[in-house]
C-alpha cells in the first residue's frame, strides 16, 4: 500500500513500490522506478528513467532556519539514481531550486542540500554530504564520507578522495586529498576514460604547474595564463573557474 495524491502528475510505465507517500506538487516522469518507503515531497521535479531505491527522501524542506514555506523546487535530470536513504532537499528563495543533473549516482545516506546544482554524470559516494549553495560539475565524484562546506563550487572531472573536508573550491580536472584538502594531481584515469587526448592532459597540466609550481601566488599566476595566446579549451575552463571563485581555491 501506498499514498500518492491524485494531484500529482505522473507519467507512463512508474513503478511506486509499498509505503511510499507523493505529495501533491509532484511531477514524475516516464519510465521511474520508486522503491518501497520512498517519501516524494511537494516541488519534485522528476525525469524520465530515475530510479529511487528503498527509503530515499526527495524534495524536503530545505534545513534553512529563514525558510518560510516558499514555493520551491528539486529537479533530477534523465537516468539519475538515487541510493538507500539519500536525502535530496528542495531550494530555498535564494535560487528557488536545487538541480541535479542527468545520469548521476547518489550513493546511500548521501545528502545534498539546498540550492545545489550537480551537473551531469556526478557520483556521490556514501554518506557524502553537500552543503547549501555547493555547484559541482560534470563527471565529479565525491568520496564517501566527505563534507563539502556550503557555497563551495567543484569542476568538471574532479575527483575528491574520501573522508574530506572540502572548504574551498576544486578546481577542474584534478584530484583532491589529504587534511587539510590539497591539489594531488591530475585526475589522469577519469580524463583518459572520457577520451581525453594527451594533447589536451599536457594542457591541462601546463596550467597547473602555472598556478601551484612556478612560485607565484594565484594572481599572478592567473595573470601569465591570461597573457598566454591559444590557449586551449580546457586551458581557459581552469582559469576561469579560478578567476570566479569567492572561496579560493585548494593548495597544492
Not at 91 to 117: E, F, P, R
Not at 118 to 145: F, K, P, Q, R, Y
Not at 163 to 186: C, W
Not at 219 to 241: G, H, S, Y
Amino acid at each position: 500500500m501506498n499514498t500518492v495524491s491524485k494531484k500529482a502528475k505522473i507519467g507512463n510505465n512508474v513503478i511506486i513500490g509499498d509505503y511510499t507517500v507523493i505529495k501533491d506538487d509532484v511531477v514524475i516522469g516516464d519510465n521511474v522506478d520508486i522503491s518501497s518507503n520512498v517519501l516524494i515531497d511537494n516541488g519534485a521535479r522528476i525525469s524520465s528513467g530515475v530510479k529511487l531505491h528503498h527509503g530515499a527522501v526527495i524534495s524536503s524542506i530545505p534545513q534553512d532556519l529563514k525558510f518560510r514555506g516558499e514555493v520551491t523546487t528539486l529537479e533530477i535530470g534523465e537516468g539519475t539514481v538515487v541510493r538507500e536513504y539519500a536525502t535530496l532537499n528542495r531550494g530555498t528563495s535564494y535560487s528557488n531550486k536545487t538541480i541535479i543533473g542527468k545520469n548521476c549516482l547518489i550513493m546511500a545516506y548521501a545528502h545534498v542540500a539546498h540550492d545545489c546544482i550537480l551537473g551531469d554524470h556526478v557520483i556521490m559516494a556514501n554518506s557524502a554530504n553537500l552543503g547549501g549553495h555547493v555547484e559541482i560539475g560534470d563527471w565529479a565524484v565525491i568520496g564517501g564520507m566527505t563534507g563539502v562546506h556550503q557555497f563551495s563550487k567543484i569542476g568538471k572531472h574532479v575527483i575528491i578522495a574520501t573522508n574530506s573536508r572540502v572548504s574551498k573550491d576544486v578546481p577542474p580536472y584534478i584530484t583532491a586529498g589529504n587534511q587539510p584538502l590539497k591539489f594531488e594531481g591530475l585526475n589522469l584515469i577519469g580524463l583518459r576514460r572520457r577520451g581525453f587526448t594527451n594533447g589536451q592532459i599536457n594542457s591541462i597540466d601546463s596550467v597547473y604547474n602555472t598556478l601551484y609550481k612556478s612560485g607565484k601566488n594565484i594572481t599572478q599566476a592567473l595573470e601569465e595564463l591570461k597573457k598566454q595566446k591559444n590557449l586551449t579549451e580546457e586551458a581557459k575552463v581552469i582559469v576561469e573557474f579560478v578567476s570566479a571563485s569567492t572561496r579560493g581555491i585548494i593548495q597544492d
